[in-house]
């Protein structure tokens, strides 16, 4: 069976990226149009992994072939870090939030309540600064590795894959969808099973597989477009009628940059690559299949 592990929808909070902030949400996504998509491209199970929140998730609730998650943001060290967990409960979303700034009380809480816990995207740049030993903290507390993020390049995934093994921690795939085009583009196989139940007791006990694609520069490219024109739309039509008109004017300063989008995409493609070639160098002393250099991370992206 199939599910793809990292998904997100309209209800992961408001865009957060430079120059876009005040253009909607992170995600134009609705929970019916993710669970459409992902049963689409072939998943047998669907759940969301909106940030900080399992809004999105509940609309989904209750149907056999979905359970619960969230994507929390967590603190390690004073540094951000952003965790997968799954098959949760609705009583579990509180204490998670009231636990995400103290790292040692969140991962007894996990531990405790057996939640599977993964470690999203950690050569990812997106969550701000991050030290060789948030890592490896970390890693002593997580019990999966997400080893296909669909939206990371296939250099940062095999990075990832590479420290999955060094702890023995088994990997899962997850699409890293923001725009449903990219939903089940990468996801978790549990082989054998026939349903949910067998499929979560397979996940908990590591006998799953990370399948999909990377991600790419193309991919990524698209969907930072459809968020970014669902905002205008959304702000546009907010605007027009006489409720937060500042966005307007804000949008019409934008508007003249957003032929740039390609390139602003790009620049955030090459400083993924750098902070993992750097987080790499820091962990194991040498940059490993890095060694083409930034420009074929790119370009293989």
């Not at 759940?47 to 359970?67: N, Y």
């Not at 990219?182 to 139940?197: K, M, N, Q």
Request: proline share 6%; aromatic share 4%; net charge neutral.
């Amino acid at each position: 069976m199939r599910c793809d592990l990292h998904v997100h929808s309209r209800h992961s909070g408001p865009l957060d990226a430079p120059l876009l902030r005040h253009l909607g949400t992170e995600s134009c996504s609705d929970p019916e149009a993710v669970y459409a998509a992902a049963k689409g491209r072939g998943m047998d199970l669907v759940t969301l992994t909106d940030h900080d929140t399992i809004e999105g998730a509940l609309r989904l609730a209750g149907r056999p072939d979905t359970f619960l998650s969230e994507e929390l943001t967590a603190w390690v060290g004073g540094r951000e870090v952003h965790l997968g967990v799954l098959d949760l409960e609705e009583r579990h979303h509180a204490p998670l939030q009231a636990r995400a700034r103290d790292g040692e009380a969140l991962f007894a809480y996990l531990a405790e309540q057996r939640l599977p816990v993964v470690l999203n995207h950690p050569f990812s740049s997106l969550t701000g600064p991050r030290e060789p030993s948030d890592i490896t903290w970390s890693m002593r507390h997580v019990t999966h590795v997400e080893t296909r993020n669909g939206m990371m390049p296939s250099r940062l995934n095999a990075l990832a894959n590479r420290l999955s093994s060094a702890h023995g921690r088994p990997g899962v795939g997850g699409s890293d969808a923001h725009a449903p085009e990219s939903v089940a583009r990468a996801w978790t196989e549990v082989p054998g099973v026939r349903d949910r139940t067998e499929f979560l007791a397979g996940l908990r006990a590591g006998a799953c597989l990370a399948r999909g694609t990377s991600g790419s520069y193309a991919r990524l490219t698209r969907d930072v477009a459809t968020i970014v024109a669902c905002g205008i739309a959304q702000t546009s039509i907010a605007a027009l009628a006489g409720d937060r008109a500042w966005r307007l004017a804000a949008l019409a300063a934008l508007c003249p940059l957003l032929p740039m989008l390609p390139l602003v995409v790009a620049a955030e493609r090459l400083r993924e690559c750098a902070f993992g070639a750097w987080l790499a160098r820091r962990l194991w002393g040498g940059a490993g299949p890095l060694r083409p250099g930034l420009g074929r991370w790119v370009s293989e992206a």
